[in-house]
Nanobody
Framework: QVQLVESGGGLVQAGGSLRLSCAAS????????MGWFRQAPGKQRELVAA??????TNYADSLKGRFTISRDAKNTVYLQMNSLKPEDTAVYYC??????????????????WGQGTQVTVSS
């Protein structure tokens, strides 16, 4: 079993900052990638940022320069969001591609989602 637990969402005024965290735990053998997606009301879920095992990063073009993704050695990924805009309002979801160890001692590759955290930016 693998769990992703997110924290750090909330209400902030335009121009403000928030930092999201997502901690992965459970029977983790290794993590290939971790990232953040978001879904605004009436819109499709979209990639915000991702960090790969070699610490290379990808960002949605529209967010470059405002958002920064990072990861620590304890399987936690962070999303620092600066200069927030009302259009950044969405539920933010953590996702990770993880090789997990089963009860049989084998390894299974799968991707996992967090429960989502609401970010609301007021104008």
């Amino acid at each position: 079993q693998v769990q992703l637990v997110e924290s750090g969402g909330g209400l902030v005024q335009a121009g403000g900052s928030l930092r999201l965290s997502c901690a992965a735990s459970g029977s983790i053998f290794s993590i290939n990638a971790m990232g953040w997606f978001r879904q605004a009301p009436g819109k499709q879920r979209e990639l915000v940022a991702a960090i790969i095992r070699d610490n290379s990063t990808n960002y949605a073009d529209s967010l470059k320069g405002r958002f920064t993704i990072s990861r620590d050695a304890k399987n936690t990924v962070y999303l620092q969001m600066n200069s927030l805009k009302p259009e950044d309002t969405a539920v933010y979801y953590c996702n990770a591609e993880i090789i997990a160890t089963t009860a049989w001692g084998t390894s299974v590759l799968d991707d996992y989602w967090g429960q989502g955290t609401q970010v609301t930016v007021s104008s």
